[in-house]
C-alpha cells in the first residue's frame, strides 16, 4: 500500500503562483507513475497532469504551459509549480498512483491522498 499526503494548498489572486507538494510513503518502490487531479465544487474529478519513474510527462491542454510536474526521488515527493493561476483553477488538487500510463480517466488512478484546497481569487 501506499500513503500519499498533498500540502501546499492556499488563497492566491489571479496571476499568481502556487507550488503543491505531495509526499509517499509505504510501499513506494511500487510507483513508477504519478499524478495530480483536481476537483471543482460541483464538477468531476479533472487530469492535470501526470509523471514517470523515467520522468515522461503528460499534461491536461488546459495547464500546458502554465503548470510544471515534477518528482524528487530522493525525497519520495511529487511536485505541482502552477503559475499564471485563473480562476477556474479553484479546486481541491489529488495526487494519486498511475497504474495505467497515459490514461487521464481517475478509475486508473489509485492510492489518492486527501487533497489541498487551491482558491484563485481577488
Known amino acids: 500500500q501506499v500513503q500519499l499526503v498533498e500540502s501546499g494548498g492556499g488563497l492566491v489572486q489571479p496571476g499568481g503562483s502556487l507550488r503543491l507538494s505531495c509526499a509517499a510513503s509505504g510501499n513506494i518502490f511500487s510507483i513508477n507513475g504519478m499524478g495530480w487531479y483536481r476537483q471543482a465544487p460541483g464538477k468531476e474529478r479533472d487530469f492535470v497532469a501526470a509523471?514517470?519513474?523515467?520522468?515522461?510527462?503528460y499534461y491536461a491542454n488546459s495547464v500546458k504551459g502554465r503548470f510544471t510536474i515534477s518528482r524528487d526521488n530522493a525525497k519520495n515527493t511529487l511536485y505541482l509549480q502552477m503559475n499564471s493561476l485563473k480562476p477556474e483553477d479553484t479546486a481541491v488538487y489529488y495526487c494519486a498512483v498511475v497504474n495505467r500510463w497515459r490514461s487521464q480517466d481517475p478509475r486508473d488512478f489509485g492510492s489518492w491522498g486527501q487533497g489541498t484546497q487551491v482558491t484563485v481569487s481577488s
Open positions: 509523471i514517470s519513474s523515467n520522468i515522461n510527462i
